[in-house]
């Protein structure tokens, strides 16, 4: 039995649906009224994508709601875990915020916590019952669109133990090592480096699991042009481009999946791609590889 807490996010599909209502009062406390005419004795999966504490918020009622109809077996699956990036104190001052969301999660007691590519190691070792959905398939899937003979990009050192092992997955897939800089006052980045002398026109795939405003791609970018990169790629388990698509115009073409949020489709790539491909910048495609595909 599946809940989708998101009724535009089903990363599931032939499995039977819980019907339910869910609305925020008027002072702004999340609600929702589950329908009685499912066998409470079979395991509930719940699925949302928390981008707020509301969406948090309807997560505890809706266990809590669960609990009170006596479900005994209650999974979740949440792609993106909030406040994955901060899992540690970088200057006095500031939470270590990805433990206050373990926490809450955690006082649900729930049977088990799936996450999608999660950011470090921090996450499963905070989350109790917790189980991290690799990355393979999605970056095995954008390979099969952009083609094989390709290299691939580990943006930072945080990176490198997870896409090695995607390289492992895919049969060997070759790495190139980068690293920067940056200012944990300011974020500023700064320092940009590759790790290798010349990539003789090779297509480069730079990996990663977060795109928030991008500047680390566009960064890395310019330095993988000047060792000779041929064309560029971008692909990112969790798409936020709080800065738009216009800023990654470097690339030649972005994946991502629809963990975080839906993108508008404004019109389709020439039919080369089957799965929600759109032109958002002039010359440069980004394709969405949902995650009912991929999990």
Do not use: W
């Given at each position: 039995?599946?809940?989708n807490?998101?009724?535009?996010?089903?990363?599931?599909?032939?499995?039977?649906e819980?019907?339910?209502?869910?609305?925020?009062?008027?002072?702004?406390?999340p609600?929702?009224k589950?329908?009685?005419?499912?066998?409470?004795?079979?395991?509930v999966?719940?699925?949302?994508?928390l981008?707020?504490?509301?969406?948090?918020?309807?997560?505890?009622?809706?266990?809590?709601?669960l609990?009170?109809?006596?479900?005994?077996?209650?999974?979740?699956?949440?792609?993106?875990?909030?406040?994955?990036?901060?899992?540690?104190?970088?200057?006095?001052?500031?939470p270590?915020?990805?433990?206050?969301?373990?926490?809450?999660?955690?006082?649900?007691?729930l049977?088990?916590?799936?996450?999608?590519?999660?950011?470090?190691?921090?996450?499963?070792?905070?989350?109790?019952?917790?189980?991290?959905?690799?990355?393979?398939?999605?970056?095995?899937?954008?390979?099969?669109?952009?083609g094989q003979?390709?290299?691939?990009?580990?943006?930072?050192?945080?990176?490198?133990?997870?896409?090695?092992?995607?390289?492992?997955?895919?049969?060997?897939?070759?790495?190139?090592?980068?690293?920067?800089?940056?200012?944990?006052?300011?974020?500023?980045?700064?320092?940009?480096?590759?790790?290798?002398?010349?990539?003789?026109?090779?297509?480069?795939?730079?990996?990663?699991?977060?795109?928030?405003?991008?500047?680390t791609?566009?960064g890395?970018?310019?330095?993988?042009?000047?060792?000779?990169?041929?064309?560029?790629?971008?692909a990112?388990?969790?798409?936020?481009?709080?800065?738009?698509?216009?800023?990654?115009?470097?690339?030649?073409?972005?994946?991502?999946?629809?963990?975080?949020?839906?993108?508008?489709?404004?019109?389709?790539?020439?039919?080369?791609?089957?799965?929600n491909?759109?032109?958002?910048?002039?010359?440069?495609?980004?394709?969405v590889?949902?995650?009912?595909?991929?999990?």
């Amino acid at each position: 039995m599946i809940l989708n807490l998101d009724p535009k996010f089903a990363p599931f599909q032939n499995q039977e649906e819980i019907k339910f209502q869910s609305f925020t009062f008027s002072g702004g406390e999340p609600h929702i009224k589950i329908a009685l005419d499912f066998d409470v004795n079979r395991k509930v999966t719940i699925t949302h994508r928390l981008n707020s504490f509301n969406d948090l918020g309807l997560l505890c009622v809706t266990v809590d709601a669960l609990r009170r109809m006596d479900v005994k077996i209650i999974e979740l699956f949440i792609p993106y875990f909030p406040a994955a990036r901060q899992d540690r104190v970088m200057i006095p001052g500031e939470p270590l915020s990805v433990k206050v969301y373990a926490d809450i999660i955690n006082a649900m007691q729930l049977n088990k916590v799936f996450v999608f590519d999660a950011h470090s190691e921090v996450t499963p070792a905070l989350l109790n019952n917790s189980t991290v959905i690799p990355n393979y398939t999605f970056i095995k899937e954008v390979l099969n669109r952009i083609g094989q003979n390709v290299k691939l990009i580990s943006p930072d050192g945080g990176a490198l133990k997870k896409i090695y092992k995607v390289s492992e997955f895919l049969g060997g897939v070759e790495v190139v090592e980068c690293s920067k800089s940056r200012d944990v006052k300011t974020g500023k980045l700064s320092g940009f480096k590759v790790y290798e002398d010349d990539l003789n026109g090779m297509d480069c795939l730079i990996v990663d699991d977060i795109c928030d405003g991008g500047g680390t791609f566009v960064g890395l970018a310019e330095e993988l042009k000047k060792k000779n990169a041929g064309k560029l790629y971008l692909a990112v388990s969790h798409g936020i481009f709080n800065k738009g698509f216009e800023v990654l115009n470097c690339f030649d073409g972005i994946f991502t999946t629809n963990s975080f949020k839906d993108f508008e489709v404004l019109n389709c790539f020439d039919g080369i791609f089957t799965t929600n491909s759109f032109k958002d910048f002039e010359g440069e495609s980004v394709q969405v590889i949902g995650l009912d595909q991929l999990i």
